[in-house]
C-alpha cells in the first residue's frame, strides 16, 4: 500500500511531497520526497530517497540539494555493526555515533523516526534521542540529543502528540497520526489534509 503525503512550511513559503511505501511488517518503510523551498535570500529544492528498517531504525538516506549557486549530494548508510558511513562525494567517512535516527532540516517526515521506533503515539514514554542532523543546502552532520516525551496517545479522533525538545531550545507539541506520522509539526510543516494519509494505487 502506498501512501502521499504532502506537507505545507510553517511559517514561510514551502511545500514538501512524499511517496511512501511501509512495510508490511514491522515499523520499516520506503520514501522518495522533493521540497520546494523559495526564499528572498535564494531558492532552495531537495530530494531525498530513505530506508528505514523493520526495527524503525535508518537504513538508508540519499539526498540531494540545488540553489542557484550549487548542487550538493549526501549519503548515509548505517552498517551492521551500527556505524555510519557518510559520503559529501568526496568519499565516504566511517563515524561511530550512538544514534539510529537521522533527521534533515525543514522535513517533517523525519520526526516520525524516533516516534514510530519508540511507538511513542501509542505506548506514553519519555526519552532523550541521539539523531544525526542533516543541514539544507550545505548538508553539514552534526549530531544532537533530543528529547521525545509522549504527551497524549492516539485517541478516538486518530491522533497522538509527543513533545519534542532539543538543547536549550523550547518544546514543540508534534501531532502525528495513528501510524506515527507527522501531520503538524509547529515551526517546521503541517499536512494539507489533517486526517491520517489515504492509500493510493501503486
Given at each position: 500500500m502506498t501512501i502521499m503525503l504532502t506537507w505545507q512550511a510553517d511559517g514561510r513559503p514551502g511545500l514538501e511531497g512524499t511517496r511512501l511505501l511501509p512495510a508490511s511488517t514491522g515499523r520499516g518503510f520506503r520514501a522518495l520526497s522533493r521540497m520546494v523551498l523559495p526564499s528572498p535570500e535564494?531558492?532552495?529544492t531537495a530530494s531525498y530517497s530513505v530506508s528505514v528498517a523493520e526495527d524503525g531504525t535508518l537504513a538508508r538516506l540519499t539526498l540531494s540539494s540545488a540553489t542557484a549557486?550549487?548542487?550538493?549530494h549526501f549519503t548515509a548508510n548505517r552498517t551492521?555493526?551500527?556505524c555510519w558511513l557518510l559520503d559529501d562525494g568526496s568519499?565516504?567517512?566511517r563515524k561511530e555515533y550512538e544514534a539510529v535516527d537521522v533527521d534533515v532540516a525543514f522535513s517533517p517526515?523525519?520526526?516520525s523516526l524516533p516516534i514510530r521506533r519508540l511507538a511513542l503515539h501509542r505506548d506514553a514514554g519519555d526519552h532523550e534521542v541521539p539523531v544525526v542532523q542533516v543541514s539544507l543546502p550545505d548538508m553539514d552532520v552534526q549530531l544532537v540529543t533530543r528529547r521525545y516525551?509522549?504527551?497524549?496517545?492516539?485517541g478516538e479522533d486518530g491522533t497522538a502528540v509527543v513533545a519534542c525538545s532539543a538543547g536549550g531550545g523550547g518544546e514543540v507539541e508534534i501531532v502525528v497520526d495513528a501510524d506515527g506520522f507527522v501531520i503538524s509539526y509547529p515551526g517546521v510543516a503541517?499536512?494539507?489534509a489533517e486526517a491520517p494519509a489515504s492509500p493510493?494505487?501503486?
Open positions: 535564494g531558492d532552495l549557486e550549487r548542487e550538493r551492521d555493526d551500527n568519499g565516504a567517512t517526515l523525519f520526526a516525551r509522549t504527551v497524549r496517545t492516539v503541517a499536512r494539507f493510493v494505487a501503486g
